[in-house]
Nanobody, 127 residues
Framework: QVQLVESGGGLVQPGGSLRLSCETS????????IGWFRQAPGKEREGVSC????????YYADSVKGRFAISRDNAKNTVYLQMDSLSPEDTAIYYC????????????????????WGQGTQITVSS
């Protein structure tokens, strides 16, 4: 049974940091690209970042470049999202998802490219 479980969310002050974890099971993580998405109230779901299984290529939304860093530990079946310099605009529910095929710069941010999703973890950035 394929599962992705996010953790690490919470309340943080502006300028603070959080690290999200996406623990996977039911499939070999080293065979799959994993993405992080977020959805804020009243807004569409947005691709945040993605990490390839093949060569470790990473992709980021312009809104998080230089502040967020995605990484993976296949031995621990876990993908991480380090988030620094957080702002209220980063407040959202964050989801990790498994890609159904190889992704590229032009496709990684489309939710249609992912077949399994976690339940999400809430990030609130507020003073």
């Amino acid at each position: 049974q394929v599962q992705l479980v996010e953790s690490g969310g919470g309340l943080v002050q502006p300028g603070g940091s959080l690290r999200l974890s996406c623990e996977t099971s039911g499939f070999p993580l080293d065979y799959y690209t994993i993405g992080w998405f977020r959805q804020a109230p009243g807004k569409e779901r947005e691709g945040v970042s993605c990490i390839s299984n093949s060569d470790g290529s990473t992709y980021y939304a312009d809104s998080v470049k230089g502040r967020f860093a995605i990484s993976r530990d296949n031995a621990k079946n876990t993908v991480y999202l380090q988030m620094d310099s957080l702002s209220p605009e980063d407040t959202a529910i964050y989801y990790c998802a498994r890609a159904s095929r190889a992704l590229f710069a032009s496709t990684w941010y489309s939710g249609d490219e992912y077949d399994y999703w976690g339940q999400g973890t809430q990030i609130t950035v507020s003073s």
